[in-house]
């Protein structure tokens, strides 16, 4: 269930040395206290990202533990020293938020189809034109689309449309 008032937002998390500490709502999300996000192969990679880049990262959409898919968006929190210069931080953790796929491509008005159009997206964890498609089909994408490049957090999806039965065939008319 999304969090009351926030359509989309399944829950929120810290997790402190990026291992799971703090959710809400807590319920439904129990097995997911305690998880060990660097251990986990499916989430290493974002999470190192968010890291060493010291930037947000948005995942997904991807398989959660307590069941379910979600797109992730990581936050890596530092901690500033007393010199107060940002090489004087110390790692705390992550401030994730998980956000349901479905209500985010109905707020976003997207649809794999409508009634004229046929649409695809690709950029599986912000990877864009080369990443994994998680809505629609490859055939999109092979069928001559109408293309644009959604800007993530520290990378990118890409979003492809065509008619639904493909393009019409224009005929040339010669005037001699």
């Not at 947000?56 to 991807?62: E, I, K, Q």
């Not at 109905?106 to 912000?126: F, S, V």
Request: proline share 6%; aromatic share 8%.
């Amino acid at each position: 269930d999304p969090i009351e008032g926030h359509t989309g937002i399944r829950s929120i998390q810290l997790a402190k040395d990026s291992i799971v500490s703090h959710i809400y709502p807590l319920y439904g999300n129990e097995e997911a206290i305690g998880l060990k996000l660097l251990e986990h192969p499916k989430q290493l990679f974002a999470v190192e990202r968010a890291i060493s880049t010291r930037k947000t990262v948005v995942a997904g959409p991807v398989n959660l533990v307590q069941g379910g898919k979600a797109f992730i968006s990581r936050t890596p929190i530092f901690i500033p020293s007393d010199t107060g210069g940002k090489e004087d931080t110390a790692y705390w953790g992550l401030a994730t938020i998980l956000i349901a796929p479905d209500a985010l491509f109905k707020e976003a008005g997207l649809r794999e189809y409508t009634d004229n159009i046929q649409c695809a997206t690709r950029g599986e964890n912000g990877s864009g034109a080369e990443g994994k498609i998680f809505m629609g089909d490859m055939t999109v994408f092979e069928s001559t689309p109408v293309s644009l490049n959604v800007t993530l957090p520290n990378g990118s999806w890409q979003l492809a449309a065509v008619p639904r039965g493909g393009w019409s065939k224009v005929t040339l008319v010669s005037w001699e």
